[in-house]
């Protein structure tokens, strides 16, 4: 294996590696809903992905890498496969999938879901500014939005939502959505839509931006449901008006 695909198998797994290794500081970003401290240790992962990428718009040396391994992966590519349009989404989609199975993580429907959404707030605007403002072509030439990867940011921002939730009821599941956001990083290169430095720095963004979301929610959460009864609940039902029959599905959070 040349030096080359070593430091791409590197950077790209790097999150993931360091997930296996027991890098993660805290159990918990999160100190209570008093007071919020950020442990800034858990910027390290985050930081440095951004900080790999962030070079490489005016690094020489990382501008030649990054067309090495365009060079080397249109050689070996037979044919596209857009498999990164739809695993993008699946760390995500598992933490809804596994409470609806009944395998619970950390928080209810209510939290979950105000801790993703601030979390794909936080990513979206961060993502979006910044392909604004670097107007990096694409490997492929088709636009001038390269930097960073959305959808390495959107599967890495999922991949860190779900080992948060169900760290402590299983690492695997945490590895596991780990293992796709890389994969997604991966083909984002493979289809010939990113350079290295666009997926690292995609990737960090997404990870980045789950934590600060995780810190952040004691205070969303009281300001937005300052009188709500800290359990949620479902109901899944049938109904029908004397002409047709549906399935309800009725939500209190």
């Known amino acids: 294996m040349t030096g080359r695909k070593v430091l791409i198998m590197i950077l790209v797994s790097l999150p993931f ?6 890098q993660e500081f805290s159990s918990d970003t999160i100190s209570s809903d008093k007071k919020l401290e ?4 858990l910027l390290i992962i985050p930081t440095v992905l951004i900080g790999y990428g962030t070079v490489g718009i005016e690094s020489d040396g990382l501008k030649n890498l990054n ?22 989404y699946a760390p995500t989609l598992t933490v809804y999938a596994l409470n609806s199975l009944g395998i619970k993580g950390k928080n209810n429907f ?13 990513m979206t605007a961060t993502v ?10 694409r490997p492929d030439g088709s636009s001038n939005n390269s930097f960073p990867s959305g959808h390495t940011s959107t599967a890495f921002m999922g991949a860190e939502f779900l080992w ?18 890389t994969g997604t990083g991966f083909f984002r290169m493979y289809n010939d839509r990113h350079w290295l430095t666009d997926v690292t720095t995609g990737a960090g963004i997404g990870i980045l931006s789950t934590k600060i979301a995780y810190w952040v929610n004691p205070y969303i959460s009281k300001k937005l449901f300052p009188n709500r009864n800290k359990q949620s609940a479902s109901i899944l039902y049938p109904y029908y008006n004397g002409e047709q029959w549906c399935v309800c599905f009725a939500l209190r959070f």
């Open 128 to 137: 979006s500014s910044l392909k604004l403002t670097t107007n990096i072509t």
């Open 110 to 122: 209510r939290k979950r879901t105000t801790i993703l959404a601030t979390s794909f707030l936080i």
């Open 67 to 88: 067309a090495e391994i365009k060079e080397e992966l249109n050689e070996n590519i037979d044919e596209k496969l857009t498999i990164d349009d739809f695993s993008q």
């Open 38 to 41: 950020f442990k800034y240790s």
């Open 17 to 22: 590696s360091f997930k296996i290794f027991g």
């Open 164 to 181: 948060q939730e169900y760290k402590d009821v299983s690492a695997w599941y945490g590895i596991t959505g780990y293992v796709i956001a």
